[in-house]
């Protein structure tokens, strides 16, 4: 069992796996509702026509989540965790196909919601499980788990699995995010964190003609926003040991993203060693002749892993207080760690890099994503190292006229078949 043979059934395998993108895509898996049963039904026939062992788990009967069995005769088990779960589609005129007709073009280009963000990686998944399963008794045992939502923190899914005791293995390759295709090559070391802040305001209601009366409390957060964005400027603690990973993630993000502006270059330099803080959602007021006596805001605040969590907990609400302004509080929800991350010079990480090198011919880059994946939960709960590897474009997720190439499903059939095979340990 080789690689080569591993890129040889790939290689054949191009309609295989764009056509079955393209079906995933067409069940509509959508939050809020985010109903898999549907689509876990249509993976279970492909595993059972194929003769692949597979169970299904659901905490949720209409969300249930589906893992493919490979037997190996070593004591190791890898892992692949991929989710089925998809943002709303958003408005139709923002398509140029159907959000959910899995389209595939005559160059190469499968259309629709999750196509990219993952069905496209889910598909490449499936068919890893059937060249693999077709080899016959393997070194390592692997399991391909197909998740529901990840896209809301993992509620029935990963989160569920892993705190359950379901997921056990030695090593997860997470199929979420960007892998940077044949160009750049990338795996991603670990996801950033958050402190994510409301900040409530409490006021005095009056009536609109005499707002004199009252304490507008909309007015008061409007004040107090700029004062928490400052935490932008607080420089983060860092392991030394991500300073390379940290260099080589903005070096791709600058070189994938469509960097305009020398602020938006700015800002990307200061990625990792700093917070980024993104204001978000703001409610307040009844009507429009009430003073309101309430608002609040809710700022997404992200960190770098490996950072200290509750030391810019501290500067948040220190920075709440410098403000001066009466009647507003800050609730922070901060942890003692921040995402997760994993060691660049481990075996796992060197025996991937490995494979996606032989995929591509290129040596990847070690980078960390700026959002988050399942990979958070499952090292939470379960201290199974991830890694991540995605057949995703940049730009695509969660955007309308999403797609994915069938040129990058293939190499992600590569990796996910061939990572198995090279594992020792």
């Given at each position: 069992?080789s690689?080569?043979k591993?890129?040889?059934?790939?290689?054949?395998a191009?309609?295989?796996v764009a056509?079955?993108?393209?079906?995933?895509?067409?069940?509509?898996?959508?939050?809020?509702e985010?109903?898999t049963d549907?689509?876990v039904?249509?993976?279970?026939d492909?595993?059972e026509?194929?003769?692949i062992e597979?169970?299904?788990?659901a905490?949720?009967?209409?969300?249930?989540?589906?893992v493919a069995?490979?037997?190996?005769?070593s004591g190791?088990?890898?892992?692949?965790?991929?989710?089925?779960?998809?943002?709303?589609e958003?408005k139709?005129?923002g398509?140029?196909y159907p959000?959910y007709?899995?389209?595939?073009?005559d160059d190469?280009l499968?259309y629709?919601?999750g196509?990219?963000?993952?069905?496209?990686?889910?598909?490449?998944a499936?068919v890893?499980a059937?060249?693999l399963n077709?080899?016959g008794?393997?070194?390592?045992?692997?399991?391909?788990?197909?998740?529901?939502?990840?896209?809301i923190g993992?509620v029935?899914?990963?989160?569920w699995?892993a705190?359950?005791?379901?997921l056990?293995?030695d090593?997860c390759?997470?199929?979420?995010?960007?892998?940077g295709?044949?160009?750049?090559?990338?795996?991603d070391?670990?996801c950033k964190?958050g402190a994510?802040?409301?900040?409530?305001?409490?006021?005095?209601t009056?009536?609109?003609?005499t707002p004199?009366?009252?304490?507008?409390?909309i007015r008061?957060?409007?004040?107090?926003?700029?004062?928490?964005e400052?935490?932008?400027?607080?420089?983060?603690?860092l392991?030394?040991?991500?300073e390379?990973p940290?260099?080589?993630?903005?070096?791709?993000?600058?070189?994938?993203?469509?960097i305009e502006t020398q602020?938006?270059?700015?800002?990307?330099?200061?990625l990792?060693?700093?917070p980024?803080?993104?204001?978000?959602?703001?409610?307040?007021?009844?009507?429009?002749n009430?003073?309101?006596?309430?608002?609040e805001?809710?700022l997404d605040?992200?960190?770098?892993p490996?950072?200290?969590?509750?030391?810019?907990?501290?500067?948040?609400e220190?920075l709440v207080?410098?403000?001066?302004v009466?009647?507003?509080?800050?609730?922070?929800?901060?942890?003692?760690?921040?995402?997760y991350?994993?060691?660049?010079d481990?075996?796992f990480?060197n025996?991937l890099?490995?494979?996606?090198?032989k995929a591509?011919g290129?040596?990847p880059?070690f980078?960390i994503l700026?959002?988050?994946?399942?990979a958070?939960s499952?090292?939470?709960?379960?201290g199974?190292?991830?890694?991540g590897?995605?057949?995703?474009?940049t730009g695509?997720?969660h955007?309308?006229?999403?797609y994915v190439?069938?040129e990058?499903?293939?190499?992600?059939?590569?990796v996910?078949?061939?990572?198995?095979?090279?594992?020792?340990?």
């Amino acid at each position: 069992m080789s690689f080569k043979k591993v890129k040889t059934e790939a290689e054949k395998a191009q309609d295989e796996v764009a056509d079955l993108c393209s079906r995933l895509v067409q069940f509509n898996s959508a939050h809020p509702e985010g109903r898999t049963d549907e689509c876990v039904q249509f993976i279970k026939d492909y595993f059972e026509e194929h003769g692949i062992e597979n169970d299904v788990h659901a905490n949720n009967p209409v969300k249930p989540n589906i893992v493919a069995k490979l037997k190996g005769s070593s004591g190791r088990k890898v892992l692949w965790v991929g989710h089925l779960d998809v943002v709303p589609e958003g408005k139709p005129e923002g398509w140029t196909y159907p959000a959910y007709s899995g389209k595939i073009t005559d160059d190469g280009l499968i259309y629709g919601r999750g196509a990219s963000d993952m069905k496209g990686a889910c598909a490449a998944a499936m068919v890893s499980a059937r060249i693999l399963n077709e080899f016959g008794l393997l070194d390592n045992n692997v399991e391909f788990w197909f998740t529901v939502d990840e896209e809301i923190g993992g509620v029935d899914g990963a989160r569920w699995l892993a705190e359950s005791g379901r997921l056990k293995g030695d090593v997860c390759v997470i199929g979420d995010g960007n892998g940077g295709g044949r160009e750049l090559p990338s795996i991603d070391l670990g996801c950033k964190g958050g402190a994510g802040t409301k900040l409530i305001s409490r006021g005095k209601t009056a009536h609109g003609s005499t707002p004199y009366l009252g304490d507008n409390a909309i007015r008061k957060l409007i004040e107090v926003i700029p004062w928490v964005e400052k935490i932008k400027n607080y420089r983060l603690e860092l392991p030394k040991e991500l300073e390379g990973p940290i260099a080589s993630s903005i070096d791709f993000y600058m070189r994938t993203q469509k960097i305009e502006t020398q602020e938006q270059k700015e800002a990307v330099k200061r990625l990792f060693h700093y917070p980024t803080v993104a204001c978000n959602i703001i409610n307040g007021g009844v009507k429009t002749n009430v003073v309101p006596d309430y608002a609040e805001a809710q700022l997404d605040i992200r960190l770098t892993p490996g950072s200290k969590p509750q030391k810019v907990k501290e500067r948040i609400e220190e920075l709440v207080k410098e403000a001066g302004v009466p009647g507003v509080e800050a609730i922070v929800r901060a942890g003692e760690t921040a995402g997760y991350h994993e060691s660049p010079d481990s075996p796992f990480a060197n025996q991937l890099a490995e494979t996606l090198e032989k995929a591509t011919g290129k040596k990847p880059v070690f980078k960390i994503l700026t959002g988050g994946t399942d990979a958070v939960s499952i090292k939470q709960f379960t201290g199974i190292p991830c890694l991540g590897y995605g057949t995703s474009l940049t730009g695509m997720a969660h955007q309308p006229d999403e797609y994915v190439t069938v040129e990058n499903l293939v190499l992600g059939i590569k990796v996910y078949a061939g990572f198995p095979l090279a594992y020792e340990g």
